[in-house]
């Protein structure tokens, strides 16, 4: 970035985030052996800079990083002696500001075009996370005729909120879009992931974003709040275009973005396979401490 | 005098032997020459103690739920050596443009940015693992391992049917069929020089050993296998031993640190290049199929690290999808700026405009297949086909166009096979083997020819009741006679007694195992 447009960028709004994410996962018995990815280290986008990241493993291992496919951090490791817990700690500090205007929106046509000639298309094809029938693509076209780009992007994500409301533990990792549709409720994975499959049944590539949601919007400097690692999405108007519908704001300085894919699948946060006796979900907590 | 070949009836295709009823290919005339006179009942005989041998060494195949000895014909087929310098120059080409297809869909997607492939050919290919993308292989070499199916239509000509850079399999059987017929017709070998195929093991190590990590010394191979279920154990077990290297289950393998290592009795020794038989779902559970208990969790990072090499690269299934096969001829003028020495045999995509309707006007006229199916499966041949059949994959095309692919039937090529006690033409393929070491495209001379043993059959895939020919590449110029082998039909198991001495006997030192 060079220095001439860090000035036109306004100080206001820009906040600096400390964030720890720790993942610990209990083995009923100890583990012979893991092979482990992890995906947690925050990009660095025109709205958003990584000042520094690590992830640290217990017990400790060597790691190594790559960027994926997707453009994500990866980091991997391997523990090859018996473990009763693994903990992954993912330390990051991160700078964000708030989005700039959106894009004109495109035409329909314009859309559909670019689709078809890049690599949009794979985030205008349904995945089986992403699959829903074809009444409920019906329902969100109503929601959405004479809507732009940008309004169906709203018009879809509330149709969405107002069906699926944001209930804790009533969905797994593995729930499909069209099963917390059923259901009524979700948490901000299936509600993306509904959200993802109505807007592609429409023709707008969207994808599915891994990262951060600093919960409290003015929050006192240095104090830490406890947050959860969160999903939105990104849909295609010329540019990509950040938007929370579980929030059913756009994607602003208080969203920190990890990694974006087709859907969940392409983003897991950790990712492992040991061999020993299956265990419990992983304990997972994430501490936000705004520091500028 | 009467013999097997007097009841011989051309069928209405190319037949391989002859080029009318009675007139014999220069190429053919020593063979028929010493099959002529053999009493039927004798051919019978030399042909079930064959089956025995096979029986013996393990040299088998299932089919519908049995172990049967490999069906090998006993008249082989004869490729001279014009016809044989186009196969081996259209495959190589085959290959390198197929080699340039990958490393362009795993890099920078410049034919797909240009237009000549479409984006959703790659995008909704369920093979486009995008953990390959980026991984740029030693050498460049993606597919050390080709097998390219190629048949001869009516005028003679060879065509591509398919191509096979994933795993494909069957060279074992070229290089059993040429032991087998070594000892059942020693003398054949006499008349004519044929080209050896007991060099493949060596020319296949030497490529793998090429594509080791840069900079390590003295590579170490392994080949990988499913286990003793799989179909082709056999040949991966082959494979190991003439080459001389390791045949390793997915457990004897660890990844540490990002390394591949085998456990063996003297601790972990590190592993560079992996000949892997297993396809890219079951490799590595913790990037592809979590459930996969016969691969090596980690093999993948360790490659993508550079750390190691899979041969064959995995993701190679975006090139032998049936629908890029529509293409290939495009892939060739766009990437070698060359014109292809073997077409394609005529093809519909379904999925594009018109075609979808061209496809089902004439349905009953077309060969329908899927664009993901092996071994034979899931074909329709329009023509062949009843009623009911026809309806249920003209009700599939509609509904899922993308899946499918249409082609002309090519009456497939006939080549005097054994029936009962007489000669009777059968439909014939030919797969020949590429082997790419990153300089140059080795094509084994010869290949596998597999035969459709029922009457009019044009499917000749062995899990579909076919058989196979040994399949000669006669060299240039006058023959090469070495001293005859004067061993008797042996009445014994025949791997005993080896005809030493001619150019085309397998290595002896590989054999007893």
């Not at chain 1, 640290?56 to 990866?74: E, H, I, K, L, R």
């Not at chain 1, 929370?244 to 990712?271: L, M, Q, W």
């Not at chain 2, 299934?317 to 005529?346: H, Q, S, W």
């Not at chain 2, 009741?465 to 014994?492: I, N």
Request: net charge negative.
């Amino acid at each position: 970035m060079t220095p001439q447009i860090s000035t036109t960028i306004s100080t206001q709004g820009t906040r600096r985030l400390r964030i720890n994410h720790t993942t610990k996962v209990s083995y009923a018995q100890p583990a012979a052996s893991s092979h482990n990815e992890v995906r947690m280290t925050p990009l660095t986008l025109p709205g958003q800079t990584t000042l520094d990241a690590r992830v640290t493993v217990s017990p400790a291992a060597a790691t190594w990083s790559y960027w994926d496919y997707w453009g994500t951090q990866v980091t991997g490791f391997d523990l090859m002696d018996p473990h009763a817990d693994l903990i992954i700690t993912a330390s990051s500090l991160v700078e964000t500001h708030p989005p700039g205007p959106l894009p004109v929106a495109p035409a329909w046509a314009e859309v559909t075009e670019c689709t078809a000639v890049s690599r949009l298309l794979e985030f205008a094809t349904s995945t089986p996370r992403t699959t829903v029938g074809a009444e409920l693509v019906e329902r969100a076209r109503e929601a959405a005729a004479g809507l732009d780009p940008h309004e169906t992007a709203v018009a879809v994500s509330s149709l969405v909120a107002d069906r699926v409301s944001y209930l804790p533990g009533t969905t797994g990792v593995n729930t499909s879009a069209a099963e917390a549709w059923d259901q009524g409720a979700g948490v901000c994975q299936d509600i993306a992931h509904l959200t993802i499959a109505l807007l592609r049944g429409l023709g707008l590539p969207t994808r599915y974003v891994s990262g951060y949601l600093h919960p409290e919007r003015e929050a006192e400097l240095h104090r830490p709040v406890a947050g959860q690692s969160h999903a939105w999405i990104e849909y295609w108007a010329g540019d990509w275009c950040g938007y929370d519908p579980t929030n059913r704001t756009r994607a602003d300085e208080s969203h920190v973005v990890v990694g974006r894919g087709r859907d969940y699948d392409d983003v897991t946060p950790h990712k492992g396979i040991y061999r020993g006796v299956p265990g419990g979900p992983p304990e997972v907590t994430v501490q936000f401490t705004r520091v500028a | 005098m009467a013999d097997i070949f007097d009841a011989y009836a051309l069928a209405d295709a190319w037949d391989e032997m002859f080029e009318r009823p009675g007139e014999v290919r220069t190429a053919y005339e020593p063979v028929l020459a010493a099959l002529q006179p053999i009493e039927p009942s004798e051919l019978r005989f030399r042909a079930d103690q064959m089956a025995r041998a096979f029986t013996d060494r393990g040299v088998t195949y299932a089919f519908a739920g049995e172990e049967r000895p490999w069906p090998l014909d006993l008249v082989p087929r004869i490729l001279d050596a014009l016809e044989w310098d186009l196969v081996q120059r259209g495959v190589g080409q085959r290959v390198r443009a197929l080699e340039a297809y990958l490393a362009d869909a795993y890099g920078h997607a410049r034919a797909f940015e240009d237009g000549v492939v479409p984006w959703r050919l790659l995008l909704n290919s369920p093979h486009f693992h995008r953990a390959a993308h980026g991984v740029e292989p030693p050498g460049g070499v993606r597919i050390h391992v080709a097998g390219i199916d190629l048949v001869r239509d009516e005028a003679g000509d060879f065509r591509v049917l398919e191509d096979n850079v994933r795993v494909p399999s069957g060279v074992s059987y070229v290089i059993e069929n040429r032991r087998a017929m070594t000892r059942i017709f020693p003398s054949l070998f006499g008349e004519q020089h044929v080209l050896p195929v007991d060099g493949y093991p060596q020319k296949l190590l030497a490529a793998l050993r090429a594509a080791a990590p840069d900079g390590t010394q003295d590579p170490r191979v392994v080949v990988l296998t499913p286990g003793p279920n799989n179909a082709a154990y056999f040949e991966h077990a082959l494979l190991a031993r003439l080459m001389g290297v390791q045949l390793v289950e997915g457990h004897d393998l660890v990844c540490r640190s990002n390394r591949v290592w085998m456990r063996t009795t003297r601790g972990e020794v590190p592993v560079h290049v992996v000949y892997r038989r297993l396809d890219d779902d079951f490799l590595d559970p913790l990037h592809f199929r979590p459930d996969s208990v016969i691969g090596c969790p980690g093999i993948m990072g360790a490659a993508m690290a550079g750390n190691v090499t899979l041969a064959n690269a995995v993701g190679n299934g975006i090139a032998d999808d049936k629908l890029l096969y529509t293409y290939v001829p495009d892939l060739i003028r766009y990437y070698l700026a060359e014109e292809p020495i073997l077409p394609n045999v005529e093809s519909y995509r379904p999925e594009e405009p018109g075609q979808l309707e061209a496809v089902l006007d004439q349905i009953e006229q077309l060969v329908i297949k899927p664009v993901d199916g092996a071994g034979g499966q899931g074909i329709v041949i329009g023509p062949k086909a009843d009623r009911d059949t026809i309806e249920r994959t003209r009700k599939a095309v509609i509904a899922d166009p993308r899946g499918f692919i249409a082609q002309r039937p090519v009456a497939l090529s006939t080549s005097p096979t054994l029936a009962g006690e007489r000669m009777a033409p059968r439909h014939i393929d030919l797969r020949p083997f590429a082997v790419n070491d990153g300089n140059d495209v080795w094509v084994l001379p010869g290949g596998l020819t597999r035969v459709a043993l029922q009457e009019g059959n044009l499917i000749v895939n062995s899990s579909q009741g076919g058989g196979s020919k040994d399949t000669w590449v006669l060299a240039e110029g006058p023959a090469v006679r070495p001293a005859a082998p004067t061993t008797a039909l042996p009445d014994v198991a025949p791997r005993q007694l080896g005809p030493d001495g001619t150019p085309t006997v397998v290595q002896e030192g590989a054999q007893q195992q």
